[in-house]
């Protein structure tokens, strides 16, 4: 079964200071992986996609990584705003026969205090 | 093109009414996908079309949802005789998939419709 896990579930952290969010997977065969910034009561935004060849994708104070041998991404935030504060979900895509099967993480949610 | 959008925004309805929500894609996008979310989990697929051919349907859709995407441009997913239970957000999203083996597909989601039904 396609299971794509984020850790940690919550986390507050001060304005200015960096974190790293957790993304592990079982979904074969492995397409790409995404992480999306989901504000409350919004749809999704995409911040990154990586291929199979891929290993590092940056966005701005956004950075991705990618290990396909262990399934596990991480996301890098850089020097924190008040602005990150929201969810961020890991969707990992597998392919199926001409389309992709999409499994979506629960998220973590991300709370920036001043 | 602004991207994705959903109409409406919020809807409040009583138990066994039935609703009709709305989605319109990006402009060149061939695919497009209904998810709902309930608070603190991630989206869960619900259906997808390619063009106008709805390609796959997940076992959540029960017999009182369906969707339609009669041209190939904007979808409705239509909830019948609605419960308590399907409260939730209501997310559409669409794509651009070509033959190229490089294509990744990205979603592009809408704003979301919030289904309350008391």
């Known amino acids: 079964k396609n299971q794509v896990e984020q850790s940690p579930q919550s986390l507050i952290i001060l304005e200015g200071k960096n974190c790293t969010l957790q993304c592990n997977y079982t979904v074969s065969p492995f397409s790409n992986l995404r992480w999306y910034k989901q504000d409350t009561g919004r749809g999704p935004v995409s911040l990154t996609i990586m291929t199979f060849s891929e290993n590092t994708k940056s966005n701005g104070r956004y950075t991705a990584t990618l290990d396909a041998d262990t399934k596990q991404s991480s996301l890098h935030i850089t020097a924190s705003q008040l602005s990150d504060s929201a969810s961020y979900i890991c969707?990992?895509?597998?392919?199926?026969?001409?389309?992709?099967?999409?499994?979506f993480g629960t998220g973590t949610k991300l709370q920036v205090i001043p | 093109d602004t991207g994705v959008s959903q109409d409406p925004r919020h809807k409040i309805t009583k138990r066994g009414q039935n609703v009709t929500f709305r989605c319109d894609p990006i402009s060149e996008h061939n695919r497009l996908y209904w998810y709902r979310q309930t608070l603190g989990q991630g989206p869960e697929f619900l259906t997808y079309?390619?063009?106008?051919?709805?390609?796959?349907k997940s076992r959540l859709l029960s017999d009182r949802f369906s969707a339609e995407r009669p041209k190939g441009s904007f979808s409705t997913l239509e909830i019948q005789r609605t419960e308590q239970g399907d409260s939730a957000m209501y997310l559409c999203a669409s794509s651009f998939r070509d033959r190229g083996p490089q294509s990744t597909d990205t979603q592009y989601f809408g704003p979301g419709t919030r289904l309350t039904v008391l």
């Open positions: 079309f390619q063009n106008e051919a709805q390609l796959e």
């Open positions: 969707v990992v895509s597998a392919s199926a026969g001409g389309y992709q099967k999409v499994t």
